[in-house]
Every structure is written in structure tokens, then in C-alpha cells.
């Protein structure tokens, strides 16, 4: 039977980064759902189609197609009607649409089955908000990395100036604020802690120490 690992947190905790080396340590497949929302969101931007009132974002989802595929080095590749926005999908703006996406549940539910489907025939460490809670209620792993705003905020600046983005601090940690606001907030699977789930707090430990610990955490429990 196929190993589901699943890790939710808030944004900017690290997951995409500590999951995704995890997986590769542990010979797993590593899947971002955020990225699949974030993408939704990407898709919203084009066509200027608001979040708010959600019932043109749900017209959108019969127009697109979203799907994931991983290339020969098992590096996940988001596609939106078959064009690679993995690269794209990843700034401050598509963070905080990303937020107001995911808080309606037609585009939950447009997701779930495609997250879902990825687990039931191999070894998977799956990222998100709600993978504990409503993907993989039944994940043999449950983890919730988080770490405090500042700590949040720092990391995400300066993984952003390294990509040589002109940005602001104190603008990153009102979003992280923002966001952590709507993401505990909304109605449809909101942010929380899965039941039986384990807590790993990163605001005292680096990149790698943070890595180590979800290894240890995982074999520890499969």
C-alpha cells in the first residue's frame, strides 16, 4: 500500500522547499497543491476574473484545464491548458489570489479528486493547507510545519531578493499576516491542524535541521 505523507502549514513555513527534499531523501514523489491553486489564480488574472463574487471563477474552472506532471528529474511541473506556469505562479500577487481562490469551494472540489487520485499508486509527500484535514484524512503521516510571521516573512524576503525581485519586508509580512488571516478564517477547509496530526515548529532551526526533522518524523511513523 502506497505511503501518504501529508503536510500542511501556513504560508511561508517551508513547506514546498523541506518537502521537496525530503521526497527526493525518501525516494517519494513530492506534490505542491499549492501550486494548483495558485495556478487557478494565475488563470482568474488573465481573463481580470475577481475572486469575488465567486460565480465567475466557477464559470472559469469548465474553461481551463490544470493538471501536474514531473520531468526526468522528478520535478513537479504545473501546467495550465498545457503551458508551463510553474515559474509564473510564483510571486507575492499570485500568493495572496492563490489565498482568495482556494477559499471557494467549487475550486476545492474541482481540485480534490486530481490530489487525491496522485496518492492511491505511489509513495507521496503532499503539501497544502488542508491535505490532513480533507485531501488525506487517512495519510499514515500528518505533519504541521509552521513557524512564527517574522521568521515567515524573512525567509520568503530573502528567497525573493535571490531571485533578484525588488521587494519590501514589511509588505511580505502583511501579506503572511493576511494571508494567515484568510487561510483560518474561511468557511470551506479552513487552516488548522489535523486530528493525531504532529507539530513541527521551524522558528528556531534552520533549512536543513528542518528537513531532518521530517525525515525522522516520517520514518518514525510508517
Known amino acids: 500500500m502506497p505511503i501518504?505523507?501529508?503536510?500542511?502549514?501556513?504560508?511561508?513555513?517551508?513547506?514546498?522547499?523541506?518537502?521537496?527534499?525530503?521526497?527526493?531523501?525518501?525516494?517519494y514523489i513530492y506534490i505542491?497543491?499549492?501550486?494548483?491553486?495558485?495556478?487557478?489564480?494565475?488563470?482568474?488574472?488573465?481573463?481580470?476574473?475577481?475572486?469575488?463574487?465567486?460565480?465567475?471563477?466557477?464559470?472559469?474552472?469548465?474553461?481551463?484545464?490544470?493538471?501536474?506532471?514531473?520531468?526526468?528529474q522528478g520535478e513537479q511541473i504545473v501546467l495550465l491548458d498545457n503551458e508551463d506556469v510553474s515559474g509564473l505562479i510564483r510571486t507575492p500577487e499570485a500568493s495572496m489570489m492563490a489565498s482568495k481562490i482556494s477559499a471557494i469551494p467549487a475550486v476545492r472540489a474541482y481540485l480534490l479528486d486530481l490530489q487525491?487520485?496522485?496518492a492511491k499508486s505511489q509513495n507521496v509527500i503532499m503539501d497544502g493547507r488542508d491535505i490532513g484535514t480533507v485531501v488525506l484524512p487517512d495519510a499514515q503521516v500528518k505533519i504541521f510545519l509552521t513557524a512564527s510571521p517574522e521568521v515567515r516573512a524573512e525567509r520568503r524576503y530573502k528567497e525573493l531578493v535571490e531571485k533578484g525581485m525588488n521587494v519590501n519586508y514589511?509588505?511580505?509580512?502583511?501579506?503572511?499576516?493576511?494571508?494567515?488571516?484568510?487561510?483560518?478564517?474561511?468557511?470551506?477547509?479552513?487552516?488548522?491542524?489535523?486530528?493525531?496530526?504532529?507539530?513541527?515548529?521551524?522558528?528556531?532551526?534552520?533549512?536543513?535541521?528542518?528537513?531532518?526533522?521530517?525525515?525522522?518524523?516520517i520514518k518514525e511513523n510508517v
Open 32 to 72: 505542491d497543491t499549492g501550486a494548483l491553486y495558485r495556478t487557478i489564480g494565475l488563470a482568474a488574472a488573465r481573463r481580470n476574473v475577481e475572486p469575488i463574487p465567486s460565480n465567475e471563477v466557477e464559470k472559469l474552472l469548465s474553461e481551463i484545464k490544470v493538471d501536474l506532471t514531473f520531468n526526468e
Open 116 to 118: 487525491r487520485s496522485m
Open 170 to 217: 514589511d509588505d511580505i509580512l502583511n501579506d503572511v499576516i493576511e494571508r494567515d488571516y484568510n487561510d483560518t478564517h474561511r468557511e470551506t477547509a479552513p487552516l488548522k491542524p489535523a486530528d493525531g496530526c504532529i507539530i513541527v515548529n521551524t522558528t528556531d532551526i534552520d533549512f536543513e535541521q528542518s528537513v531532518k526533522k521530517i525525515i525522522s518524523v
Open 4 to 27: 501518504a505523507v501529508a503536510l500542511d502549514g501556513p504560508a511561508g513555513a517551508g513547506k514546498s522547499s523541506i518537502a521537496k527534499k525530503a521526497a527526493k531523501a525518501l525516494d
